[in-house]
């Protein structure tokens, strides 16, 4: 097993030198760039799995492993709580001594998150809602040296779980034609990567099948812009077609604004979400809202399989699907 001095020699910098690079304060201590790459490069090739801090030295006595879990600080943070939920629940399932660390990072700017991963600090590491921007620095990312799963991301370097966006496209249509609808309103946020894919993949399959898109709105992916957005569309608000909602935050916010303005949902307004978020936030709305869903907990259960694959047996990429799932309720019954 390579040691601190073995990195050393091979980068021709002293075991000083290796340590700060392996703990990140590389920039607080003026290490020239050539000089920590010398050192990465040396890492790399030696297989160097560097020691944890004096704390956690306990817990690899233990063989404990520690999974991070990064996620951007935006307005997609509806999502985390069920996905977290999910990873130790299937921890526990199958009795893992592993500990999920939960690490935040700014849109766009996952490089600067990602340091520890490439110092082998972590065992692995979990990656949700990345940009098209942090995807494609990851893609060029030739550092990490630890198994890598993206949520809901394609990559041909990394691991990947994901719900096929044609597929919850495909059953949004199914249901709509189910119900005779030739038409609808789209309400979306094309700014996230994963919604533009669900809604671009909508409209192509609509257009197949003959269902118009009569208007296409920009709402924020929030409870107070889908109030706000309710509000200003309550004058010629286009009943009679369907209103398909990518967030369900959105669409929480506008069954709140509609319940105190005599709208009712399902007679005058029918509506499906297609969002995110944790399963019961729809279920206990009132009226209850029809959502196609990304499973979260599936979701969760799949990364965590993966990645004990990853550590265990195979280190090479693997791509996983998982299906969306169908909650019919009360805002688009499919019975009269």
Same mark, same amino acid.
């Given at each position: 097993?390579?040691?601190?001095?073995?990195?050393?020699?091979?980068?021709?910098?002293?075991?000083?030198?290796?340590?700060?690079?392996?703990?990140?304060?590389?920039?607080?201590?003026?290490?020239?760039?050539?000089?920590?790459?010398?050192?990465?490069?040396?890492?790399?090739?030696?297989?160097?799995?560097?020691?944890?801090?004096?704390?956690?030295?306990?817990?690899?006595?233990?063989?404990?492993?520690?999974?991070?879990?990064?996620?951007?600080?935006?307005?997609?943070?509806?999502?985390?709580?069920?996905?977290?939920?999910?990873?130790?629940?299937?921890?526990?399932?199958?009795?893992?001594?592993?500990?999920?660390?939960?690490?935040?990072?700014?849109?766009?700017?996952?490089?600067?998150?990602?340091?520890?991963?490439? #110092?082998? %600090?972590?065992? +692995?590491?979990?990656?949700?809602?990345? $940009? !098209?921007? *942090? &995807?494609?620095?990851?893609?060029?990312?030739?550092?990490?040296?630890?198994?890598?799963?993206?949520?809901?991301?394609?990559?041909?370097?990394?691991?990947?779980?994901?719900?096929?966006?044609?597929?919850?496209?495909?059953?949004?249509?199914?249901?709509?034609?189910?119900?005779?609808?030739?038409?609808?309103?789209?309400?979306?946020?094309?700014?996230?990567?994963?919604?533009?894919?669900?809604?671009?993949?909508?409209?192509?399959?609509?257009?197949?099948?003959?269902?118009?898109?009569?208007?296409?709105?920009?709402?924020? #992916?929030? %409870?107070?812009? +889908?109030?706000?957005?309710?509000?200003? $569309? !309550?004058? *010629? &608000?286009?009943?009679?077609?369907?209103?398909?909602?990518?967030?369900?935050?959105?669409?929480?916010?506008?069954?709140?604004?509609?319940?105190?303005?005599?709208?009712?949902?399902?007679?005058?307004?029918?509506?499906?979400?297609?969002?995110?978020?944790?399963?019961?936030?729809?279920?206990?709305?009132?009226?209850?809202?029809?959502?196609?869903?990304?499973?979260?907990?599936?979701?969760?259960?799949n990364c965590i399989n993966l990645m004990n694959i990853l550590l265990n047996q195979n280190d090479k990429p693997q791509h996983l699907i998982v299906e969306p799932k169908l909650n019919l309720r009360e805002s688009f019954p499919t019975n009269n």
């Amino acid at each position: 097993m390579s040691t601190l001095k073995d990195v050393a020699k091979l980068a021709g910098v002293s075991v000083s030198t290796v340590s700060i690079v392996v703990n990140g304060t590389t920039k607080e201590r003026k290490i020239p760039d050539s000089t920590v790459q010398k050192v990465q490069a040396a890492i790399k090739k030696l297989g160097y799995r560097p020691n944890r801090s004096a704390r956690q030295l306990r817990l690899l006595d233990k063989q404990e492993k520690e999974i991070a879990f990064f996620w951007a600080l935006d307005k997609r943070t509806s999502s985390l709580s069920s996905l977290l939920l999910g990873l130790q629940a299937q921890i526990v399932k199958l009795n893992l001594n592993w500990r999920i660390v939960i690490q935040t990072y700014q849109d766009n700017h996952l490089d600067l998150a990602i340091k520890n991963l490439e #110092n082998g %600090y972590y065992d +692995g590491a979990i990656i949700g809602a990345t $940009s !098209l921007e *942090d &995807l494609i620095k990851l893609e060029k990312n030739d550092n990490i040296q630890v198994p890598l799963i993206l949520i809901n991301r394609t990559s041909k370097k990394y691991s990947t779980v994901n719900v096929d966006p044609n597929s919850v496209a495909q059953m949004t249509v199914t249901l709509l034609m189910a119900m005779n609808f030739n038409s609808m309103n789209i309400v979306s946020n094309s700014q996230y990567l994963a919604s533009s894919q669900r809604i671009n993949a909508l409209k192509k399959i609509a257009s197949q099948n003959h269902i118009k898109i009569k208007n296409t709105f920009k709402v924020d #992916n929030t %409870y107070d812009a +889908g109030i706000k957005f309710a509000k200003n $569309s !309550l004058n *010629d &608000l286009p009943t009679s077609t369907p209103f398909i909602i990518e967030s369900d935050a959105v669409a929480i916010g506008m069954v709140y604004f509609y319940n105190r303005n005599n709208i009712k949902i399902p007679r005058d307004l029918k509506l499906i979400s297609m969002g995110t978020s944790d399963e019961k936030i729809t279920k206990y709305s009132t009226p209850s809202i029809t959502t196609i869903k990304t499973p979260n907990k599936d979701m969760s259960a799949n990364c965590i399989n993966l990645m004990n694959i990853l550590l265990n047996q195979n280190d090479k990429p693997q791509h996983l699907i998982v299906e969306p799932k169908l909650n019919l309720r009360e805002s688009f019954p499919t019975n009269n």
